[in-house]
């Protein structure tokens, strides 16, 4: 694999040594978000399901009046779908896809808190081993004695994006 992919995503980091995110569980995993792309957290919604759709975004929710697209990056990252637990949650975020800025829902399985990670305790995702794409991921950030993942949304949201209804675009 070549240096570039290698390297944390300095896009993540943009010169900080710290980041504040917002960690949740998906899968048995402990996965986190910048807190500043968190716009709310929701118990869970009624969802409409989009008849065509991909299964990442099959389905819609009601945000405040607004329809948005409910993600669940689990099968981004080919893990099996499953049923919501009392703990489950919707993670709205804000992201910026293709120059405008769009509403989407995160299902998990659990959130957990805002914290702050260290760049310093930030690796690039392992090029072998991984049971998921490495460019959906932009590091990995040992905490303790886990590992923290940081998707890479934009990445994951692009490669879902070829369907119109995959993230509300208005093409």
């Not at 960690?23 to 978000?33: K, S």
């Not at 389905?59 to 990056?73: H, M, Q, Y």
């Not at 099968?75 to 779908?81: S, V």
Request: glycine fraction near 8%.
């Amino acid at each position: 694999m070549n240096e570039a992919v290698r390297k944390i995503s300095e896009d993540l980091w943009d010169g900080r040594d710290e980041l504040e995110v917002l960690t949740f569980d998906i899968a048995g995993e402990m996965f986190a978000l910048e807190a500043f792309i968190v716009q709310e957290i929701l118990d869970l919604l009624p969802e409409t399901v989009v008849p065509g759709a991909k299964a990442f975004v099959g389905s819609v929710i009601n945000f405040r009046g607004k329809v948005i697209p409910l993600a669940d990056i689990r099968l981004a990252f080919g893990m099996e779908a499953t049923k919501p637990t009392i703990d489950s949650r919707i993670i709205v975020i804000e992201l910026d896809i293709d120059g405008e800025p769009v509403l989407a829902g995160i299902r998990t399985d659990k959130v957990h808190e805002v914290t702050t990670l260290l760049r310093a305790a930030g690796e690039p995702p392992p090029s072998v081993g991984m049971r998921w794409r490495p460019d959906f991921i932009d590091c990995l950030v040992k905490r303790g004695t886990e590992f923290i993942i940081i998707p890479n949304l934009q990445a994951i949201f692009s490669a879902q994006h070829d369907h119109p209804a995959a993230v509300g675009s208005h093409s």
